[in-house]
């Protein structure tokens, strides 16, 4: 009789197999990149045609960052929304994938707690009745939204940009392409005939 | 090494974002961000009428002010606002969690001062929202001061404010803070005595929704404005 134990690591090895085996396709991290990347691209893009004032001012709802000095929130302000698209276009290419995605995850993590600590102070205060009808302008570039919608779609841009982060494969990638054409090996001379080889005879 | 290299990306990226932010925010011209710009205040902790105006009736003046003795009237008048529509009840309501410093002046209290001011009464009002919605209509005589564009309007407010005995400030109304946020720059920054400073929670959306006479674009001269006592 089988110890469990080894069936649970047989498992286990087969689970990692698949996934590797599901990664190397390149599909999810293409997947991922056009969700992830496609989101970022178009919210900055919103932010930035529209007022600086509307992300200052949402910055300072977050409060995550301490209103005194003003340098903080100012230049996250401007730098913010550029990063974002930045980093979408480098995850739309497929160049700096990974530090692309380690960054979304980064901003995703810092905001969308901010968010959650908000929609929460409001129904403490009163505001509203329930978590659904909890709807502001959150900064992001896309006008008033609804919490519980807002909320669910940032967790899960945040997992996807973490796989992203974790994944293994470049295919469909810029970066593999330009990589590739980096390590093309130099053209092999032509092969010399043995009478031109062969030494003079004396 | 693989974490070298994503901290290597990170970093590169890093630098693009905030070569290319500060690059475009200086292309900005007047509208840019300024880094060292104090554009959100805290609250003063010696505020004389420190006390939240958010649970009732919006309308709190120190005792003594002119305002006060039609401060019960007044506020009746705002939060009652039987004849107002619902965007101005929410606005109402919405204007009762803004916090701050200031006395509060309500808009019976506004229109008296505009009489006040046709027969030389030195008023100044400042309205605090961007371009496009102050040419689109604001309060008789008002001038435009965005707290988010300080070097362009605090040199324009700055005389208008000095002759004045009392300064309104507004902006949309609602929750909209950008009314407060320039009284404490015109505190801060211009040195205008609290005592002179009133906020106008019920803001543009109270006066308009009220069909109050309002003035579109944009006054030609300051000096017009202050000759005319601010109207």
Redesign the interface.
């Known amino acids: 009789m089988r110890p469990v134990g080894v069936s649970k690591v047989e498992s286990m090895g087969r689970m990692r197999s698949i996934v590797g085996w599901l990664d190397n396709t390149g599909v999810p991290l293409l997947l991922i990149r056009l969700l992830v990347g496609g989101a970022f691209v178009y919210m900055a893009i919103m932010k930035?045609l529209g007022?600086?004032?509307v992300f200052?001012?949402a910055i300072?709802m977050y409060n995550v960052l301490p209103?005194?000095p003003?340098?903080l929130?100012?230049?996250t302000?401007?730098?913010?929304?550029?990063?974002e698209l930045?980093?979408g276009l480098?995850l739309l290419a497929g160049v700096?994938?990974?530090?692309?995605s380690?960054?979304i995850f980064l901003m995703l993590s810092v905001f969308t707690p901010a968010l959650y600590m908000i929609t929460i102070k409001l129904l403490n205060?009163g505001?509203y009745e329930t978590f659904c009808d909890v709807k502001f302008d959150c900064g992001c570039g896309t006008g008033e939204e609804w919490m519980c919608t807002k909320i669910p779609i940032n967790i899960g841009l945040a997992v996807l940009a973490l796989l992203g982060?974790l994944s293994n494969s470049r295919k469909f990638c810029l970066s593999s392409r330009l990589w590739n054409r980096r390590k093309k090996p130099p053209e092999a001379p032509p092969e010399s005939t043995p009478a031109e080889t062969a030494p003079a005879q004396t | 090494m693989r974490i070298l290299i994503t901290l290597g990306e990170v970093i590169i990226l890093a630098a693009l974002g905030a070569g290319v932010g500060f690059g475009a925010n200086w292309l900005r011209g007047e509208e840019r961000i300024i880094v060292k710009h104090a554009y959100f205040r805290p609250r003063a902790s010696n505020a004389p009428s420190d006390q939240p105006t958010g649970r009732k009736s919006g309308v709190k003046t120190p005792p003594g002010s002119d305002s006060s003795s039609s401060a019960a009237a007044g506020g009746a008048v705002e939060t009652t606002s039987g004849e107002a529509d619902g965007a101005a009840a929410a606005a109402g309501a919405a204007a009762h969690h803004l916090a701050h410093e200031f006395q509060t002046i309500n808009t019976e209290q506004i229109e008296g001062l505009l009489e006040d001011a046709e027969a030389g009464y030195p008023v100044a009002i400042i309205d605090a929202r961007g371009d496009g919605d102050y040419e689109e209509g604001h309060i008789p005589g008002a001038l435009q001061c965005d707290p988010y564009q300080p070097t362009r309007f605090l040199p324009l407010v700055k005389s208008y404010v000095t002759s004045a005995e009392k300064i309104i400030v507004y902006c949309a109304g609602g929750n909209c803070e950008d009314s407060v946020e320039v009284c404490r720059t015109l505190e801060f920054e211009l040195f205008v005595e609290r005592a002179r400073l009133y906020l106008y929670e019920g803001g543009w959306h109270d006066w308009s929704d009220r069909g109050l006479r309002f003035e579109k674009g944009r006054p030609n001269e300051l000096e017009e404005s202050n000759a005319s006592g601010g109207r």
């Open positions: 930035l007022e600086p004032r200052q001012k300072k209103l005194d003003p340098e929130v100012n230049a302000a401007i730098v913010v929304p550029w990063l930045i980093c480098a700096l994938v990974r530090g692309a380690l960054l205060e505001r982060l």
